[in-house]
């Protein structure tokens, strides 16, 4: 049983679709994080919320963590061919970390 | 312009050979890790240190070993390669202090054995 479940896991769209991506737990995270990995490239942060109903904003990527602290998600505007990659969510309830399994997504010109 | 560097980026050998991957940081970070990841999936913890002289091993089982003698220097070390060992290999530091500041990533090691 993986502790940050994720949703889906593959994803196909076309160029200017929009998309949301989700992260459940059935733990409470002190922080959790957002990260992007191309392909043959290690996985890059891209934000990371640490208040209940936070929501952040990264140009064309919106962040919003549950207002429990147990889940996330990421909305992306206007998909582009550049978002193409993994996107992992991360965090850490108590003293370990530990990586989402993962929404692989495919963004077609 | 990367604070994280793994060498080799691809390697291709032969069943029973051993191997290092070498993976170096520039930033102080106390914290180091080793993940295994096929492509497109999950990332599994293999081996992670938290300072000099300390060492763990993760989650998923593996036939690799590691050291930390150095703070910047974390190398992986496969004695006896096999075919099962294909795979993407990551290595990543922290920061940990009051907050988390989130993991930086090398580029990668692709390993394949023949």
């Known amino acids: 049983t993986q502790l940050l479940e994720q949703s889906p896991q593959f994803l196909s769209i076309q160029e200017g679709e929009n998309l949301t991506v989700y992260c459940n737990s059935s733990?409470?995270?002190?922080?959790l994080q957002w990260y992007r990995q191309e392909p043959g490239e290690g996985p890059v942060l891209l934000v990371t919320v640490v208040t209940g109903g936070e929501v952040k904003k990264l140009k064309r990527l919106t962040f919003q963590f549950g207002d429990a602290r147990k889940d996330s998600s990421l909305h992306i505007t206007a998909a582009q061919p550049g978002d193409t990659g993994l996107y992992l969510c991360a965090g850490v309830p108590g003293n370990q970390f530990y990586f989402g399994t993962g929404t692989s997504l495919t963004v077609i010109p | 312009e990367a604070d994280i560097y793994q060498t080799p980026r691809y390697l291709v050998i032969g069943t029973g050979k051993k191997i290092t991957l070498e993976c170096s940081q520039t930033?102080?970070?106390?914290?180091m890790y080793w993940y295994q990841q096929d492509p497109g999936m999950e990332l599994h913890l293999i081996h992670y240190?938290?300072?000099?002289?300390?060492?763990e091993k993760g989650d998923l089982s593996s036939e690799s070993t590691v050291s930390r003698i150095r703070t910047e220097h974390f190398p992986l070390t496969l004695e006896s390669a096999r075919p099962s060992h294909t795979s993407q290999y990551l290595c990543?530091?922290?920061?940990?202090?009051?907050?988390?500041?989130?993991?930086?990533f090398g580029s990668g090691t692709r390993l394949t054995v023949v």
């Open positions: 733990s409470v995270f002190s922080s």
């Open positions: 930033m102080g970070h106390d914290k």
């Open positions: 240190s938290y300072g000099v002289n300390s060492t």
């Open positions: 990543a530091s922290s920061e940990w202090g009051q907050d988390f500041y989130g993991y930086t």
